[in-house]
């Protein structure tokens, strides 16, 4: 039995922002045996932001599970936070932005939230994961939203649209070590030309590096032109979601040392992580299968038309 242990990487996320929304319930569940409560949900925070010199309105949701007791039978300080914010704090949602709270995250961590869909396909993407939410002054307030991470470098190349054309920007797929001996594999951005030249100068697959960014977690408008069979095309606009990290900075040359990464324990937790999917996939299509063999609520009735 392999016993080894990876050590858990560097991955701070800290945002500053007005309170958009609050979707936090109490929960009861199942720990060794016994019945506990827990708070879980998810609160979103707007964010106005620079991206490389162009401005951002961000709505990141920040998701959490909260238990009441810890583990050693103390009252959990997480949960006290959240239940703050559930039953006192003021979102843009309830009352306007003019009242809503400016509230501070400096402990949110990027996990990777990974699904099988009815067809069997993987989803995945990255979302941020706090325990604690405070509130800020309105003089000490300074939106923001940046990350500081640790990861093994597992790609780089560049970004390719759907026609498989250069976007101009660099992909980088990285493998960020979390607790327990999991991995995720998570995408990163560069746009800025200076950065992106020294990424590729400087950083190659199996590297440990550090790496700095904001948050990019926006919609967008696009408009796209149809043609139709006869007559004038139509353009048909539609919304598009994103959720990235843009690393705007970093080290230049690779970690070595103690913090380096060694290429066994990352294929153990590539192997780990391999083992959870597949877990993961047989829950997920259990699921799909329970769905399409329960009954429809019309029970076998054929509804009136009108004609």
């Known amino acids: 039995m392999d016993n080894r242990t990876i050590r858990q990487a560097e991955n701070n996320v800290r945002i500053e922002g007005l309170l958009s929304e609050i979707d936090l319930t109490y929960h009861e569940y199942n720990r060794d045996g016994s019945p506990q409560r827990a708070i879980r949900g998810m609160v979103k925070i707007r964010v106005d932001q620079m991206i490389n010199n162009e401005p951002k309105t961000l709505e990141i949701p920040v998701f959490t599970f909260a238990p009441e007791i810890t583990r050693s039978g103390k009252k959990n300080p997480a949960f006290e936070s959240m239940e703050r914010v559930m039953t006192t704090y003021v979102s843009i949602a309830a009352a306007g932005e003019g009242k809503a709270d400016r509230v501070r995250i400096t402990n949110g961590e990027i996990r990777m939230n990974e699904y099988y869909n009815a067809e069997g396909r993987l989803i995945s993407f990255p979302r941020i994961n706090a325990s604690f939410i405070n509130k800020v002054g309105k003089d000490e307030f300074k939106p923001t939203a940046i990350f500081e991470v640790e990861f093994v470098v597992n790609e780089i190349g560049p970004e390719l649209d759907r026609e498989d054309n250069e976007t101009g920007r660099l ?26 030249s020294v990424i590729e100068g400087n ?59 060694q290429k066994e324990d990352i294929q153990y937790g590539i192997t780990q992580r391999k083992i959870k999917l597949e877990a993961q996939k047989e829950k997920d299509m259990a699921r799909v299968k329970a769905k399409a063999k329960a009954p429809s609520q019309d029970s076998g009735t054929t509804r009136d038309l009108g004609f």
């Open 203 to 261: 950083w190659t697959p199996g590297n440990t590096v550090a790496a700095v960014g904001k948050l990019n977690f926006s919609t967008s408008i696009r408009s796209e032109e149809k043609e139709t069979d006869f007559g004038e095309p139509i353009m048909i606009q539609r919304t598009v979601s994103v959720s990235e990290m843009i690393i705007t900075g970093g080290t230049r040359d690779p970690i070595t040392g103690e913090k380096e990464y």
């Open 171 to 196: 992909l980088i797929k990285g493998i960020l070590p979390q607790y327990g001996n999991t991995i995720d594999l998570v995408e990163f951005y560069a746009e800025n030309p200076k950065v992106i």
